[in-house]
């Protein structure tokens, strides 16, 4: 046994490590089934919700705005389905879970390390103290599938690491069971599409169910592009067809 290993404070010191390594992946994983349970209420009484309108403030508090749809073109605003400060005579669903909305957005975006932080953004209609958290798609992989196939029209998976900043290692455009037959490393398309696709696949790496249900292991014998180095959460991403 190593003088390290019996250092009673060099153990304790790694344990340490270890449990705010494993808190921080439960937060985030905490943070995307938050996100998750309060956008499906949302939509079962507005299903046409894409946005929620808040105010952020320094404190790490919001004030909840309202709820928008999705902008109908480039050059559209996003129209406003739901005004948390409307007039009391303009009933709508949203105002029975509007204390549940603005809890459940807080808990969201309380850590600095929440993968929702990529979907937040200034509202550009406003001047003032206004930003837009987009909520999730209802299908994820189908979403990124989409963004892909704009630039890869003939991709068939993504092999993804959580591990790695950009997270996209390689397109794969070609036959996906045993083997991996031909690939694009290091993708390239729009930064704004990029920061869509990763924000995406932070969120699915982020929840265990998601993972599951988007994501299978590397084939054996696959070697990264370039000899690059990949983790051990590394994984294979098949994309569902798109319409």
Wanted: charged share 20%; hydrophobic share 40%; aromatic share 6%.
């Amino acid at each position: 046994m190593t003088p390290a290993a019996q250092d009673p404070l060099a153990i304790l010191s790694e344990q340490r490590e270890d449990l705010k390594a494993e808190r921080l992946r439960i937060e985030k994983a905490y943070c995307i089934a938050v996100l998750d349970h309060i956008t499906a209420k949302i939509r079962a009484a507005c299903p046409q919700a894409a946005y929620v309108a808040i105010a952020f403030y320094s404190s790490r508090t919001i004030d909840l705005h309202g709820v928008l749809g999705a902008q109908p073109s480039p050059h559209g605003t996003r129209p406003e389905l739901w005004d948390n400060y409307g007039e009391p005579e303009d009933e709508h669903p949203l105002d029975d879970i509007a204390d549940e909305i603005q809890s459940d957005v807080q808990a969201v975006l309380a850590p600095h390390s929440s993968p929702a932080w990529a979907s937040v953004h200034r509202n550009t209609a406003s001047d003032g103290n206004s930003w837009l958290l987009e909520l999730p798609p209802a299908d994820r992989g189908a979403r990124v599938s989409e963004l892909v196939r704009e630039h890869y029209p003939e991709a068939t998976a993504l092999v993804v690491d959580g591990r790695m900043a950009k997270r996209v290692i390689e397109v794969i455009e070609g036959v996906v069971d045993d083997s991996i037959l031909a690939g694009t490393p290091r993708p390239a398309w729009p930064a704004d599409c990029h920061a869509a696709i990763v924000g995406l696949l932070a969120q699915v790496l982020a929840l265990p169910a998601l993972v599951d249900r988007h994501l299978m292991p590397l084939p054996g014998g696959y070697l990264p592009p370039f000899g690059m180095g990949i983790s051990d959460q590394a994984y294979l991403m098949p994309l569902p067809p798109t319409a």
